[in-house]
């Protein structure tokens, strides 16, 4: 199952991926894959999250809405990104009972549609991470995806039952000021990186059709997407 890109509010999105969610695993859905974007600038937390890190007065007084995932993870702002939601049965995955397994074999076909289109990435296992930051690009694991030495994508996920959820930012640019505004702990922007500063010409059309073909061919999908 494929759906195509689409742009919505923040409580939509994320209600709409734990929907996605619920429908494969009733409906016995191996896959499904969703690209969308965000109609104003908005925040995520973490399912788990405790202590938020974000300025919630100034989201308030600038309609910057705030919404809990049901992915796990530390509070993120999405702006001017590509968002991608992966949905499986654990089933077509090479060991569908392993955590840290599922989520780099699923980060790992995005780094090869990535290198498809020109873009050296690799794993993030060489990064220091701030894990004292409420912001989660401020924190890398060894599953996110890095591009000259700078985290580039990170993702989250949630398990239910016989299907995962993954989904993650892919950033096109970051409105520096806007972030420290909303995450008043100190940013470290020296190990982050965007699209804008990787490869500002690629073609967004083509980088999601990569993103879809190389799911198809590394989980052997039947049907195309």
Not at 172 to 201: A, C, G, V, Y
Request: with cysteine.
């Amino acid at each position: 199952m494929f759906i195509d890109f689409e742009v919505h509010s923040a409580k939509y999105n994320m209600e709409f991926d734990e929907k996605l969610l619920c429908k494969c695993e009733k409906e016995d859905i191996d896959f499904a894959l969703r690209f969308y974007a965000w109609e104003v600038p908005s925040v995520t937390l973490g399912r788990n999250q405790i202590e938020s890190g974000v300025n919630e007065e100034f989201c308030k007084n600038n309609n910057i809405p705030i919404v809990r995932r049901v992915t796990g993870g530390r509070a993120l702002l999405h702006d001017k990104e590509l968002t991608y939601c992966v949905v499986c049965n654990k089933k077509i995955l090479k060991d569908g009972n392993n955590i840290m397994a599922d989520y780099k074999e699923l980060s790992g076909i995005l780094l090869k549609a990535l290198n498809s289109v020109g873009i050296e990435a690799y794993y993030g296992d060489k990064l220091k991470s701030n894990v004292g930051a409420g912001y989660c690009m401020n924190l890398s694991t060894i599953c996110d995806i890095n591009v000259n030495g700078k985290k580039f994508i990170g993702s989250a996920q949630y398990r239910k039952n016989t299907h995962i959820l993954q989904h993650g930012s892919i950033p096109f640019s970051f409105d520096r000021e806007l972030l420290k505004n909303i995450f008043p702990q100190e940013l470290d922007f020296t190990h982050i990186i965007s699209l804008s500063e990787i490869s500002p010409k690629l073609d967004v059309q083509k980088f999601m059709k990569a993103i879809k073909l190389c799911f198809e061919d590394e989980l052997k999908i039947r049907e195309k997407l």
